[in-house]
């Protein structure tokens, strides 16, 4: 009886293994996500994000790499969205914005708002249609 209870118990692992297999979010998404909450703590480097997922930062650089991006990528991606977001949602004047998102100076944030989306950050903000009065 024990040995039958074995032998259904591998067959059910085996059938559970084949027909739901494990899901993961994609690596960059973890990246992601760490990069989100780290960039206004100011730690926001490949080497702190690496240590905080508990790998090498070549093997951050890797994974990143098989997934078709890099950390670069992301941590601008993260910067873009959430300027869209600080400037269409928020009043946070650019200065807390620009430090929010670890930008070295505000010249630099505003650099990126034109480079992103060929405007200024306050183009930006004033063209949001929650920002217009009508």
């Keep these: 009886?024990?040995?039958?209870?074995?032998?259904?118990?591998?067959?059910l692992v085996t059938y559970i293994k084949r027909h739901y297999p494990k899901h993961r979010?994609?690596?960059?998404?973890?990246?992601?996500?760490?990069?989100?909450?780290?960039?206004?703590?100011?730690?926001?480097?490949?080497a702190e994000v690496a240590r905080a997922l508990n790998i090498h930062h070549r093997t951050l650089r890797r994974r990143l790499k098989?997934?078709?991006?890099?950390?670069?990528?992301?941590?601008?991606d993260v910067r873009r969205d959430m300027t869209l977001y600080y400037l269409q949602q928020t009043d946070l004047d650019f200065r807390e914005i620009s430090e929010k998102?670890?930008?070295a100076e505000q010249a630099?944030?505003?650099?990126?708002?034109?480079r992103w989306f060929g405007d200024s950050p306050t183009r930006i903000r004033?063209?949001?249609?929650?920002?217009?009065?009508?």
Excluded: W, Y
Aim: hydrophobic letters at 30%; one cysteine or more; aromatic letters at 6%.
């Design 66 to 76: 098989e997934e078709g991006t890099s950390f670069q990528e992301v941590k601008d």
């Design 101 to 103: 998102l670890g930008f």
């Design 25 to 46: 979010p994609p690596f960059e998404a973890e990246v992601r996500g760490l990069i989100m909450r780290r960039l206004a703590q100011g730690d926001c480097a490949s």
């Design 1 to 11: 009886m024990l040995r039958q209870n074995a032998q259904v118990h591998r067959e």
């Design 126 to 134: 004033g063209s949001h249609p929650s920002r217009q009065h009508g």
């Design 108 to 114: 630099v944030f505003s650099r990126s708002c034109r």
